[in-house]
């Protein structure tokens, strides 16, 4: 087996696509969202697809010494790693491997080459999976294991209360605001990805007297989400999710504890609650408040 850079090429990005497919398919993801939910009957939704591939392709860009493949001579790609550091952040939004290569030692050797990119960060995170390998995995690597929380559901906008202020369209001109507010909850700008991210996702943001904040969603759930405050971020929680077209199924995923604001708003539109895995961390405490992303942390 050898480990190769990502390419940020559509050849690669279809490559990391397969792999995590298969690895979803089979049970085995470790990071990057729970495996039931990543190919509905009928496979990905094709917007799905295109973000999974814009995705690689952008982290292949920013971060090359974090994402790799991993090749076996026989049986081609079997895994595949994508992480990216920013501003002192480091994060690693997808582990997969293929269920032939499971326990063979490509996911260490993948999550290692990722660690290393990652060394001179002073905090982590990686939203894991339900599979019992992925807290195992994190643990392992020094990460403390929050329990996390997702909404899933038919939103009923009769139950939301009215906006308690302005929420507003984003565009290019507030990635100022945006880098700011991530500072301020995460510890690092996501940087870049507020390039990469306006590409695949309706942006919400707040911006008066009482702070800042935006949200990333589309018309089945929340993507991202940071303020400064809890009422702010329970007001564009609340705006996304009355803005989803009625009867649509979505999900608001990776809430930790002290995320209670958001289970508060998922509550009032019926949405329901489950478990979804970790929200793993090393030298930060849980971003708050604060949704992460599962293809950007």
Request: hydrophobic letters at 40%; a neutral charge; glycine letters at 12%.
């Amino acid at each position: 087996m050898i480990l190769r850079p990502v390419r940020d090429d559509e050849e690669d990005a279809e490559v990391v696509r397969e792999v995590t497919a298969a690895a979803f398919g089979a049970s085995h993801q470790l990071s990057g969202g729970d495996p039931a939910d990543a190919r509905p009957p009928g496979g990905a939704r094709p917007e799905v697809a295109a973000r999974e591939r814009g995705r690689t392709r952008h982290l292949a860009r920013t971060d090359p010494g974090g994402c790799w493949i991993a090749q076996d001579e026989a049986a081609g790609p079997v895994g595949a790693v994508l992480s990216s550091r920013r501003e002192g952040t480091w994060g690693m939004s997808l582990l997969a491997v293929a269920p032939g290569a499971q326990g063979k030692g490509v996911g260490k050797a993948l999550m290692a080459r990722a660690l290393v990119h990652g060394r001179a960060c002073l905090r982590g995170i990686i939203c894991a999976s339900r599979h019992p390998a992925a807290p195992r995995t994190y643990r392992r690597a020094g990460f403390t294991l929050h329990p996390a929380m997702r909404l899933t559901g038919v939103v009923d906008p009769a139950g939301l209360p009215p906006l308690d202020g302005a929420v507003h369209e984003g565009t290019a001109r507030h990635r100022d605001l945006m880098d700011s507010v991530d500072r301020r909850t995460r510890g690092g700008a996501h940087g870049p990805d507020h390039e990469e991210l306006p590409r695949h996702f309706r942006l919400f943001v707040v911006d008066d007297l009482a702070g800042s904040g935006y949200c990333y969603a589309d018309d089945h759930g929340v993507e991202l989400l940071a303020a400064t405050s809890r009422r702010l971020a329970t007001r564009l929680l609340t705006a996304a999710l009355v803005g989803i077209p009625p009867g649509r199924h979505v999900r608001v995923a990776g809430l930790t504890a002290e995320q209670e604001w958001a289970v508060d708003v998922g509550i009032a539109a019926g949405l329901d609650i489950s478990n979804d895995g970790y929200v793993c961390l090393r030298g930060m405490r849980p971003p708050n408040p604060y949704i992460p992303s599962q293809l950007f942390l």
